[in-house]
Nanobody
Framework: VQLQASGGGLVQAGGSLRLSCVAS????????MGWHRQAPGKQRDVVAT???????NYADSVKARFTISRDNAKNTVYLQMNSLKPEDTAVYYC????????????WGKGTLVTVSS
């Protein structure tokens, strides 16, 4: 499984960005896709996840500002980020977790999002 993320960049506080991640390879039919982020000097944390059926979960820090969605036909997951804050600055990683036993995690290379104040 390969994950290719795109859409990062530099934006001013209050602005918006949309991240995309395309999954390819041998994909399990059931999986959870999501976005995680890692700021300098900090651990990687989950931002949002979405199941095949569209159930979503968000970190409290991004609720009401970020929206995760997916297109199963295109094996693509999106993260629409609005009202960006400087504290959202991080490398954003796309993740796919299979619903197999045991579950397997796949990661994209990451895309940098920088929010200037």
């Amino acid at each position: 499984v390969q994950l290719q993320a795109s859409g990062g960049g530099l934006v001013q506080a209050g602005g918006s960005l949309r991240l995309s991640c395309v999954a390819s390879g041998r994909l399990f039919s059931l999986n959870v896709m999501g976005w995680h982020r890692q700021a300098p000097g900090k651990q990687r944390d989950v931002v949002a996840t979405i199941t095949n059926s569209g159930s979503t979960n968000y970190a409290d820090s991004v609720k009401a500002r970020f929206t995760i969605s997916r297109d199963n036909a295109k094996n693509t997951v999106y993260l629409q980020m609005n009202s960006l804050k400087p504290e959202d600055t991080a490398v954003y990683y796309c993740n796919l977790r299979t619903r197999s036993l045991p579950p397997m995690d796949y990661w994209g290379k990451g895309t940098l999002v920088t929010v200037s104040s």
